[in-house]
């Protein structure tokens, strides 16, 4: 079975906080005006805060002075309430600010991280797991949109509302300022060790996430055979030990989280009780006016807000650098399939494919286990329908995968009229070759988009006239009988059609292509004899001028074929016709003895007819 991956890509030293934020300079960059007029207004909405206690200290110095003046209490009625209306505006421009650009960016980033997905090599997604890369581009980039509206400007503006708070503080008392101040000792200390175990458990979490959104994947991918086997208590288990797995380090996480905000709410509260018995003894000797004390009191409500954010907002912080260091695993992923830099083109190209020397062994293979293909050399002629038989796991799909890139051969070189195509454009070559594989992989759209997935046609060229054509050739009349026709939506997978119908709208999509170089992976064997013989019946008019290789596992598929390639023990045993090799090679005669081929109505009746003159 594959180990998916699930933890960092390269386990070297982690990147710094700075070094991940910078990483986002370019998305950041076009949004800087609005997200810095966002900060400036968060800012200015904890400046405000902090101005109301200020008001208060001259109010109560005053109005409740002896002598003071009426009306100096509405006026500063007023002010507070105005202050108030400022902050809550203030807050409100902040949000306006910081929405699109937050949003933008996660847009951005997940487009840009489906992009590269799609550039991956297969290797990559053979060695990922789908629920890793779905956790990666759906909830690690949400954590990124919300750090970048809220978090980090929260995290700038609370810092900064406590250095001036304190300051204020310092202004009506340094004894008292000083007194809050000591408080900051034990909570930064523990901050290090919270950083350290909050930011391993959040790593942990998120990976094991991915990890269960796999499971979910995986099981309702397969949930026809779980049902089927009954093994829906056994999915279940599985399901439930990795569920609990990440409910402790949730656990874990969040304990972690509330040890150290237990520190941030208690350790102010606790100074501040000190500063009361000290402000109140201050004051009693006359070295505080009240109107400091209150002003200092006051202060100190305001801070405990942001003292306290600062606390998730760090958890915050280290949970979004968890979330990007996993997205920059996957965006750092190298791609090794790629278009050279200067492509080449054939000057006159005819669709010969030469395999020359070819080796491959799959990525990440144990060493020292064999390759799959060691030496294989095969020549298939512009226009020539190539056969390719073996025993099964002979590496006959893998061989085929190698011809469009989708894996790279590990030795030797595959060429089309003379090229290696790794010289060749990628999209070129792609649209040069056309595939369809032994499992159909078809799309939630409609039939006709399915068909017309890689035909790149002509301009002129009616794509509805190419539909019908394939869909004819391929045998898959029926899409006109469904439904809406063509345009009828078949379910998630294609699983809306039988297995039949699905091979030939597969079938129907590499034809419509119209490639010169036909890759087809035993495109026939989900269908009865009699549509069988009739898509080999319109199939040979098609490959009569298309270079085709094609994978074959019963004789009436070989019989398709001008010649014929054994694939045996990684390499091309022999090349011939189907009666030269049958006459001349013993292996030949075994595999194609040991290939499936339904008996017909005819074959049956006969044996019927055999034994019943059996006595
Ligand atoms: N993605 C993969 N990663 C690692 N090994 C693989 C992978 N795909 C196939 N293999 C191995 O490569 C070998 C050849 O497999 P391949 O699918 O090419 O055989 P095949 O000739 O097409 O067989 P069949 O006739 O059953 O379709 C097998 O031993 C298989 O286990
Ligand atoms: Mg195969």
Avoid at 165 to 184: E, H, K, P, R
Avoid at 298 to 326: H, N, S, Y
Avoid at 452 to 466: H, I, K, V, Y
Avoid at 598 to 606: A, F, H, Y
């Amino acid at each position: 079975m594959v180990q998916h991956q699930s933890s960092q890509n390269e386990p070297g030293t982690p990147a710094s906080f700075r070094e991940t934020i910078t990483r986002l300079g370019p998305q950041i960059r076009p949004f800087a005006p609005r997200l810095i007029a966002g900060f400036l207004c968060a800012l200015g909405a904890g400046v405000v805060a902090l101005t109301i206690p200020q008001v208060l200290r001259t109010m109560v110095n005053s109005v409740l002075h002896i002598g003071g003046s009426a009306t100096d209490v509405w006026v500063s009625a007023a002010i507070v309430a105005l202050l108030g209306l400022a902050e809550a505006v203030l807050v409100f421009f902040r949000r306006v600010f910081v929405i699109t650009p937050a949003t933008r960016i996660e847009a951005d980033l997940r487009i840009r991280l489906y992009c590269h997905l799609q550039r991956l090599p297969v290797a990559f997604h053979d060695k990922w797991g789908s629920g890793q890369l779905l956790s990666r581009s759906m909830a690690d980039l949400s954590l990124v949109r919300r750090w970048l509206a809220f978090g980090s400007i929260m995290l700038v503006v609370s810092t900064v509302t406590v250095v001036v708070g304190l300051w204020f503080m310092f202004t009506s008392s340094w004894l008292l300022g000083l007194i809050y101040l000591v408080g900051a000792v034990p909570i930064t200390i523990r901050a290090f060790y919270f950083r350290n175990v909050f930011r391993a458990a959040s790593r942990l979490s998120q990976d094991q996430a991915g990890d269960l959104a796999t499971n979910v994947e995986e099981s309702v991918h397969g949930i026809r055979v779980i049902k089927a086997f009954g093994r829906g208590g056994q999915a279940l288990e599985g399901f439930g030990v990795r569920a609990r797995q990440l409910r402790d380090t949730e656990i874990k996480k969040a304990r972690s989280l509330s040890g150290f905000l237990m520190l941030v709410v208690s350790v102010p509260e606790i100074t501040l009780g000190v500063g009361l018995i000290v402000g109140v003894w201050l004051t009693a000797r006359g070295e505080l006016t009240v109107g400091d004390l209150v002003a200092f009191f006051a202060t100190a409500a305001v801070l405990a807000g942001p003292v306290e954010g600062i606390g998730m907002l760090l958890g915050m912080t280290l949970t979004t650098k968890t979330a990007l260091d996993r997205h920059f695993d996957v965006m750092d992923t190298e791609n090794t399939i790629d278009s050279p830099t200067a492509p080449e083109s054939a000057a006159r190209p005819e669709g010969r494919l030469s395999l020359r020397d070819v080796s491959f062994s799959f990525p990440d293979t144990r060493p020292g286990s064999p390759p799959v293909l060691a030496g294989v050399d095969l020549e298939v002629e512009p226009g020539e329908t190539m056969a390719l038989v073996g025993v099964t796991g002979s590496g006959k799909s893998t061989l085929l995968q190698l011809v469009p890139r989708l894996y790279d051969v590990t030795g030797g070189a595959v060429l089309i009229d003379g090229i290696d195509i790794r010289r060749l454009d990628l999209d070129a070559l792609r649209s040069t070759v056309s595939v369809a594989f032994e499992d159909t992989t078809l799309f939630s759209s409609s039939i006709a988009d399915n068909v017309l997935l890689g035909a790149n046609l002509p301009s002129g060229r009616d794509p509805r006239e190419a539909l019908d054509e394939a869909l004819e050739v391929a045998q898959a009349g029926f899409a006109h009988d469904l439904d809406d026709g063509v345009d009828t939506v078949i379910g998630e997978e294609g699983l809306s059609l039988s297995g039949g119908q699905r091979q030939r709208i597969a079938l129907a999509r590499a034809i419509a292509a119209k490639p010169r170089v036909l890759v087809l992976d035993d495109p026939l064997s989900a269908l009865d004899v009699r549509t069988e013989e009739a898509v080999t019946e319109r199939l040979r008019s098609v490959l009569a001028g298309t270079t085709t290789l094609l994978v074959a596992h019963r004789p009436s598929t070989v019989m398709l074929a001008d010649r014929v390639a054994l694939l045996r023990a990684g390499r091309i045993d022999d090349v011939g016709t189907h009666a030269q090799l049958l006459a001349r090679n013993a292996h030949y005669r075994h595999v194609i003895a040991s290939l499936d081929d339904p008996p017909t109505v005819e074959d049956v009746l006969q044996s019927d007819s055999g034994r019943g003159n059996q006595p």
